[in-house]
């Protein structure tokens, strides 16, 4: 498996918005998606992000088909079980949504296949072994987990012989229990890579959206960020001119934060100017200096962004 895990920055880029035009409000042409993919590829990012459940199916058709169109053997694919759409595959769901997420992205083999949260993990984590086992994928790796069910996890695993590959959860300047709980720190100790996915908080953290300029009505983005804008256009004031000095954008702050945690940052990626934060922070080094005052600047903003399927690790 070609993923370049261990060299510094590496990004992982994320497909979530490409499938779930509900949650996030926008729709985009596979002609904009394609050459935001033609762009990262052009620029060597390999590494890329789906699931099943985002549109189901809808993500994993468009990259499986981007990949057709650009061919190489230096793809690394991340895909995901979601245990709440087990019942949509009735017997061995995890092969079965397996095999599914196969013919999506026209492939014969995923490279990190995750069990997308910890329920019954106990039981689903065997049915991941087993193809592990056989070769169907190369690493297994745990999302939305705690440290007490990581270190469980890991254990089952080892009955068969595997190690995590990674741990992936939301981890941003607003949304940092992964780091507090012992999770990340963890995983350094053990050799197990940690993923941050939601360093953006889905646009929040760009400066982009504010009072005047809200997320879509009737998203879940709106519902989640619209009523406290006020709020991020104060804290994006402040990691504004924290990026200034670095003459990268507040997205880009938010990346190399991420990076500067040695975190893989998982990005998604809709425009080609995505591309670009993503390659300005890897060319930027945080002072410690910078590194507390945009994590001072983010705990006085008070903000919370846990979501209904997380919840503050401890």
Known sequence: MKTNIENENTVMLGTWSWGDEGFFGE??????????FRKAVSEGFMLWDTAYVYGYGRSEELLGGFMKEMPSDDYCISDKFTPYHAKEFPGNSVKLMYEESLRHLGREHIDIYWIHNPIEYKKWLPYMAELCSEGYISEIGLSNFGLEELKD???IL???????YGVQNHYSLLSRSSETAGIIDYCKRRGIHFFSYMVLEQGALTGKYAASSPFKDASGRAKNYNKVLTRYEELNSKLGKI????????????????LSKETVPIIGVTKEK????ILAAREVKLSQEDIAAAEAAAAASGLRTIRMWEREYK
């Open 27 to 36: 729709g985009f042409s596979r002609e904009e998606l394609f050459s935001v």
């Open 153 to 155: 996890a890991e254990s």
């Open 158 to 164: 080892a009955k068969y012989g595997i190690k995590p």
């Open 243 to 258: 990026a200034e000095g670095y003459g990268i954008s507040i997205a880009a702050l938010s990346i190399v934060w991420a």
């Open 274 to 277: 995505h591309i670009d934060d």
